[in-house]
């Protein structure tokens, strides 16, 4: 009897998990290892499109996290001082994209993940380097503090300051700075009740969405010298910066308690690396693409690849067994597309992140006269990106979509009404 292939998995995260899971779905013997002492994300909200739906259900996770997560869309873009610019459906997004958006925890999808997967193929408080990318004629090594491991396919899912990329591409001039940091808190607010919504100021903006277990989560982002930080805490430049903007954002300030306030500047991958994969070295995630969240897109399309990597690892009709012929599809698969979605990131971050008073105004009025006169024009922007579907149906139980009508199943509906 063949022996399973084995795969290593370097980063514990959403994308090195998600392929861990996906691979070990697919047959495959996976160690997953991660430099940090647990797999707990330091804490923040993830919102995952239809796309990355989709791409869950391959390995019958996509329910799971529906179930887990609240489904957002009805809300929309306000000014600073409250005003609505534009509104957004729930239902017109699902109708449009075939399937919810959703919202939850990054713990929660971490654990979910890691529950698809033997308990002894993750290993904590690892670090890895790539010793050997291997080549068709031999296994990918690497090593850690523990011993070296040998390997037929070596996943790259370490992040934006990524070693492995380094290594495999060391002419690559790596990330740049974006241009804003952001925040984050993810806290219980006693008493909000409010619509999900991003305000966008000047050169600032900032979100705050419901939770399905009743916290709130809010971001936030500015433009500033990349690493610079508050000179006393960062809850009281919040407060500096958001602390006059329309409810419920001082309600949500008020209830934050300087500890509960994550920051980060930005970094972007603003160059596309050539290849997506070395050897028998795959990257994946913010290792490969690194991009702005000005989409929502990061996570999701950390979820794509690693879904895409396992499926073009599968032997098949049109594709050889060897590991190098899958990974050539991968690249082939993945790169046209993120990088695509990477640089509609940007320009979104332009048009948000803008500072000068005329420009401004001009840009609120469109939206506002926009979106009354089509209020789903601003859902295009999402065409070929939310309505993505994984290179073979994953519905086994018959719930495939027919191309973008979406139609609630019975159960569907009983989550939208206590979501």
């Not at 329309?246 to 300087?258: K, N, V």
């Not at 049109?318 to 590991?323: E, I, L, M, Q, W």
């Amino acid at each position: 009897m063949a022996q399973p292939r084995r795969a290593v998995v370097i980063g514990g995260g959403i994308g090195g998990l998600t392929a861990a899971a996906a691979l070990h779905h697919g047959g495959w013997d996976v160690t997953v290892l991660e430099r940090a002492p647990s797999l707990e994300p330091v804490g923040a909200a993830i919102s995952l499109a239809p796309n990355s739906l989709r791409a869950l259900d391959v390995i019958g996770l996509g329910d799971e996290i529906r179930d887990l997560a609240a489904w957002q869309g009805d809300g929309g873009l306000r000014t600073s001082s409250g005003r609505w610019l534009s509104r957004t459906d729930a239902d017109a997004v699902a109708r449009r994209f075939g399937g919810p958006l959703v919202l939850l925890h990054r713990a929660t999808l971490i654990n979910s993940l890691a529950a698809r997967l033997p308990a002894e193929a993750v290993r904590p408080a690892a670090a890895a380097v790539v010793a050997d990318p291997g080549d068709a004629d031999r296994p990918a090594r690497v090593s850690t503090p523990d011993g070296d491991l040998e390997a037929d396919l070596v996943v790259a899912a370490d992040g934006i300051r990524s070693a492995v990329r380094r290594a495999l591409f060391p002419d690559h001039p790596g990330t740049v700075y974006s241009g804003f940091t952001t925040w984050r808190v993810v806290i219980p607010v006693p008493g909000a009740e409010f619509a999900s919504h991003e305000t966008w100021g000047r050169g600032r903006i900032w979100g705050s969405h419901p939770l399905k277990d009743g916290r709130v989560y809010a971001y936030a982002a500015a433009r500033t010298p990349c690493g610079e930080r508050a000179a006393d805490d960062e809850k009281a430049e919040l407060l500096r910066r958001y602390g006059d903007w329309h409810d419920p954002i001082p309600a949500i300030l008020a209830a934050a308690r300087p500890e509960d306030v994550l920051r980060h500047d930005v970094h972007l991958i603003a160059e596309p690396l050539p290849a997506y994969h070395r050897g028998r070295v795959a990257l994946v995630g913010d290792a490969a693409h690194a991009m702005p969240p000005t989409l929502g897109q990061g996570g999701n399309q950390a979820i794509e690849d690693a879904v895409v990597l396992a499926l073009t690892q599968a032997p098949g009709p049109d594709r050889g067994n060897a590991v190098g012929d899958g990974l050539a599809a991968y690249t082939a698969e993945r790169l046209p597309r993120t990088t695509a979605i990477a640089r509609q990131a940007v320009k979104i971050g332009r048009l948000n992140m803008m500072t000068g008073r005329a420009g401004i105004a001009v840009r609120n009025t469109t939206i506002a006269a926009l979106s009354k006169a089509a209020p789903l024009l601003f859902l295009r922007g999402f065409d070929g990106i939310a309505d993505w579907r994984p290179p073979q149906p994953p519905y086994a139980a018959g719930k495939a979509p027919a191309g973008n009508r979406w139609r609630r199943t019975p159960r569907e509906s009983r989550l939208h009404r206590t979501r």
